[in-house]
């Protein structure tokens, strides 16, 4: 038995499988535009621009809109995942600890 076939169920790089990080990064970089956006807003508001204010709200509608639908996509994309990138439970029986005693030493 090679070494190799040890680690044959295993990612590489680590013991967690790599998670992407396209969508999180896309809704990381709207929420920070969001909330510069609410800044805006509300210097708008204060300063009685009605012009302003009614651009940045919908310029802040379409970014929750787009939020949404990101958020709404990564978690049909997280339900989706086939079963097979997960890890398997391993249960360890009485009568299975026989077969993992090392007998090589």
Not at 68 to 75: A, C, H, T, V
Not at 76 to 91: F, I, L
């Amino acid at each position: 038995m090679g070494i190799s076939s040890v680690n044959a169920g295993w990612p590489s790089g680590g013991y967690e499988p790599q998670k992407g990080t396209g969508a999180d990064a896309k809704i990381q970089a709207l929420e920070q535009k969001l909330t510069q956006l609410g800044r805006e807003r509300e210097e708008a508001i204060s300063r009685r621009d009605e012009k302003k204010k009614r651009e940045l709200e919908r310029q802040i509608e379409k970014i929750e809109r787009q939020l949404e639908q990101l958020k709404r996509q990564e978690k049909k994309e997280k339900e989706t995942a086939p079963e097979a990138s997960r890890q398997p439970e391993t249960v360890l029986r009485p009568s299975d600890v026989g077969n993992y005693i090392d007998t090589c030493g």
